[in-house]
Nanobody
């Protein structure tokens, strides 16, 4: 069970921090990803953090977004800086269990709107 929070309306150049809170005892062993989907566009992988804490990013957000995790709080964060209008989307987090090929658990999403 994943619950996102932290979305909202922000001006271009501003910052937001999204949170993805998880329940369950296996959180520390799960890779967690942030995806986003804008109206009329395909869902896009934004960032992933491995169970060991290794991050990876889409080229479109490198240098602006930072993914991190706090296993004690069973929470993954997405710090978004220098936001652009093209970052406007519904952001969702997803969990991949060890040994799984895909992300089998998804949250409902949190809306991020960047005004220019």
């Amino acid at each position: 069970h994943l619950v996102e929070s932290g979305g909202g309306l922000v001006q271009a150049g501003g910052s937001l921090r999204l949170s993805c809170a998880a329940s369950g005892s296996t959180f520390s062993r799960n890779a967690i990803a942030w995806y986003r989907q804008a109206p009329g566009k395909q869902r896009e992988l934004v960032a992933v953090i491995s169970s060991g804490g290794t991050p990876s990013y889409a080229d479109s957000v490198k240098g602006r977004f930072t993914i991190s995790r706090d296993n004690a709080k069973a929470t993954v964060y997405l710090q978004m800086n220098s936001l652009k209008s093209e970052d406007t989307a519904l952001y969702s987090c997803a969990a991949r269990l060890p040994g799984s090929n895909g992300y089998g658990y998804w949250g409902q999403g949190t809306q991020v709107t960047v005004s220019s």
